[in-house]
């Protein structure tokens, strides 16, 4: 049976944008850097969308650093970090100027 992939956008205090997916309760996919190359966040979400975990393709600006004890203890502590988007909502209250740039330029004109 096909579990049910879902992901989660965190952005840490120092501005970096971490992608993180699930299938069903499992953590399945990790990577990190996204701020670092304008639009790579949206291009992420869009091909998971499509194609689910697979087709995540980071460009050299961004680190798969999936690593699941790690990468659990980060999502549960709590500290330094905020969800800012899950597979069905946003949180822009949520957001400082990394997520907000991440979700809001337009790829083509970089503005």
């Given at each position: 049976m096909n579990k049910?992939?879902?992901y989660k956008v965190l952005e840490d205090v120092t501005g970096g944008l971490h992608l993180y997916v699930w299938s069903g309760d499992?953590?399945?996919?990790?990577?990190a850097g996204f701020e670092a190359n304008p639009g790579s966040l949206l291009r992420a979400i869009a091909e998971f969308r499509l194609g689910g975990v697979r087709a995540i393709k980071p460009d050299g600006s961004v680190k798969e650093s999936f690593d699941p004890e790690i990468d659990i203890l980060r999502?549960?502590?709590?500290?330094?970090?905020e969800i800012v988007a899950e597979s069905d909502v946003m949180y822009p209250m949520d957001m400082r100027s990394a997520a907000i740039d991440a979700f809001t330029r337009?790829?083509?004109?970089?503005?």
């Open positions: 049910k992939l879902s499992n953590l399945i996919y990790g990577a999502l549960t502590d709590g500290d330094g970090w337009n790829e083509r004109t970089g503005s």
